[in-house]
């Protein structure tokens, strides 16, 4: 491929998608004025990796090397991609959770370049505009916040910026998505964390959240000019409030394709890793009984994607639901509460109150736990050995994120399950040694569904995105995991292989969306190959022909 060659060679340096940096080679040095605005040598790009990797990890702090990966990024994003992709386990953890919420909270101190589109409550009238100034019309995918639950770290504000950044990184290295076709964008509608408000190296608007119609015209606004700017783009609503993040989801669903990843993603992660856990501890998923710390935007996605799920095996809507339990901050989520909404309500069983979670279990009897309150250390050893007293393999999901916010530890879940625990987490837990094996716990990462749903929504050009889409993609993504995975305790793939993982499900994704007869392109003979076809490779491109 021979790119564009921009006018100076200064310009060639600066821009991150056409710079190779010392990989030019002397032709294109002589051909393009980089004479001499390089040092002499020139670098294989496997050189260049093995220093960008020594810089690396030559920083003390996961902050510290969040800085330098957001300076590779902007430097070199051919670079920036393969490291990410070589070394998924070491970099996607400081581009993604857990370090990412870290960069969040301190994103006004470490800023250095902006990155992705910033709509305030000022642009109200110009937001077209506002998305005009993006210097391409190919994107395709935009992920969106308004950075009011930020993980499990609450309101912050502008500095949810990170997040849209981070995660349409993990877009383009999990499912080759092209960085070109990626924009991320962060509503700024105040914040009503005081304490940011009064951080003087703040970057947002340093006022209250902006409610009600005013805060409902410009997510409008924002909608319509986005689909107007960038045609047929699909949006990904993400970390908006959980009041918010429902309704905007149900606003715009029957209309054009967007997503949430925070209730669709999750639930797909989840239910996966259920499906994984019933192949060790056997059972089938219909016959399961469910208890949710949290009753939010992950806990209701995922009891949601899994009633429908027991309903293909069978069951009612009602049976399947009788299956859930939900307890969040007031306790058990039952009948007699007068405090539930509509969405808690459908998962509100007849039964007398509790309030400890505890208890709960004890009284629930469920086969599996799944933590999503952020609420750090909630499942006790008391928990842990309840659940195990019931379940010869207790499956036990802490999901709350960032690592400060799990509910345990993998050592905690396996050491106070007699090593039975089926577990997996939020955050990302070393490898465990016990008597004669690995314990390795994989994470429930959103990143291995997003990513596919987002490449096999634009290969298909779908016109919406369906929840039967996240069940394909759920199936997908269990089918991925190996009896070597299993035998492990591993309950999904190991993330090196999420290219591959995500190629299946973006292609079971569009198959969808030809049956359900929502896409948009011919569809092609070879789904899969047709995919994996269009999957961006970091590649430097070449100057000379
Ligand atoms: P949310 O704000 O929508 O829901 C939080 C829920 O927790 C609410 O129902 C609230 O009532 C409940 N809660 C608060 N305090 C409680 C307490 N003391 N006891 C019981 N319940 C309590 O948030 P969310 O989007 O559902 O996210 C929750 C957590 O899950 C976050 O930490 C988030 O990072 C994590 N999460 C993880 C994944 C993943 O691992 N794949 C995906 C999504 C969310």
Redesign the pocket.
């Known amino acids: 491929m021979t790119a564009r060659i921009p006018e100076s060679g200064v310009n060639l340096l600066r821009d991150p998608a056409l710079n190779k940096g010392t990989a030019f080679s002397d032709e294109e040095r002589d051909a393009l004025g980089l004479r001499g605005l390089l040092p002499p040598h020139v670098c294989s790009p496997e050189q260049q990796l093995a220093r960008v990797l020594e810089n690396l990890r030559r920083k003390s702090s996961a902050l510290e090397k969040y800085i330098d990966l957001r300076a590779l990024h902007d430097r070199n994003e051919m670079l920036f991609f393969r490291l990410l992709m070589d070394y998924p386990d070491e970099v996607m953890p400081i581009i993604y ?1 857990p370090t990412v919420g870290l960069a969040c909270l301190n994103y006004g101190h470490i800023y250095q370049r902006p990155r992705g589109i910033f709509v305030s409550a000022e642009d109200r009238g110009r937001v077209k505009r506002v998305l005009g100034n993006w210097p391409s019309r190919e994107v395709k995918i935009i992920v969106v916040t308004d950075g009011e ?1 930020i ?2 770290l609450g309101d912050q504000g502008a500095n949810g910026m990170v997040i849209p950044v981070g995660k349409l990184a993990l877009y383009t290295a999990c499912a080759g998505i092209h960085p070109a076709h990626c924009l991320p964008v962060l509503l700024d509608v105040g914040t009503n964390n005081a304490a940011l408000r009064r951080d003087p190296l703040y970057l947002g608007l340093p006022q209250e959240r902006v409610r009600g119609a005013s805060f409902e015209a410009l997510v409008d606004e924002f909608v319509a000019a986005a689909r107007e700017v960038f045609p047929d783009v699909l949006i990904q609503f993400e970390d908006f ?2 009041h918010n ?1 429902f309704r905007l989801l149900e606003r715009y669903r029957g209309r054009i394709p967007v997503f949430n990843d ?2 669709q ?2 639930a797909a ?2 239910l996966a890793g259920l499906l994984s856990a019933l192949r060790i501890a056997g059972g089938a998923l219909k016959d399961q009984r469910l208890l949710f ?8 996605g995922i009891a949601d994607l899994t009633v429908s799920a027991m309903m293909r095996q069978g069951l009612s809507e009602r049976a399947a639901r009788e299956r859930c339990w ?5 306790g058990l989520v039952i009948a007699s509460r007068i405090d539930l909404d509509a969405r808690k309500r459908r998962y509100a069983h007849e039964r007398a109150p509790i309030s400890d ?1 505890c208890a709960a279990v004890k009284a629930v009897q469920p086969t599996a736990i799944i ?5 750090p250390g ?1 499942f006790t050893r008391e928990v842990i050995a309840a659940m195990a007293a019931i379940n010869v393999h207790p499956i036990v999901f802490a ?4 690592t400060s ?1 799990s509910e345990c530890t993998a050592e905690q879940a396996y050491a106070w399950s007699g090593n039975r625990a089926l577990f997996a ?3 990302p837990f070393d490898a465990i040694g016990v008597a004669d094996r690995m314990l390795v716990p994989r ?4 990143s291995y569904v997003f990513p596919g749903i987002g490449l096999g929504a634009i290969v298909s050009g779908t016109r919406l995105v369906t929840d039967a889409m996240f069940m394909a993609a759920a199936y997908a993504l269990a089918e991925r995991v190996t009896a070597a995975d299993l035998s492990h305790g591993s309950l999904y793939p190991p993330l090196s292989d999420v290219r591959a993982v995500s190629a299946h499900i973006a292609a079971a994704v569009a198959r969808v969306a030809y049956e359900e007869g929502l896409a948009t392109v011919p569809q092609p003979e070879d789904l899969l190959g047709h995919v994996k076809s269009q999957m961006y490779e970091p590649r430097y491109p070449s100057y000379t022909g």
């Open positions: 959770t639950r993980l499990g409030a959980n993040a925070d209730i993603g999750t992660v989840t710390l949290g009753a939010g935007e992950a806990a209701i939900l307890f969040d901050s007031k979670f933590g999503a309150a952020a609420v909630a999901l709350s994120n960032p916010q987490a939020g955050s994470q429930a990462n959103n």
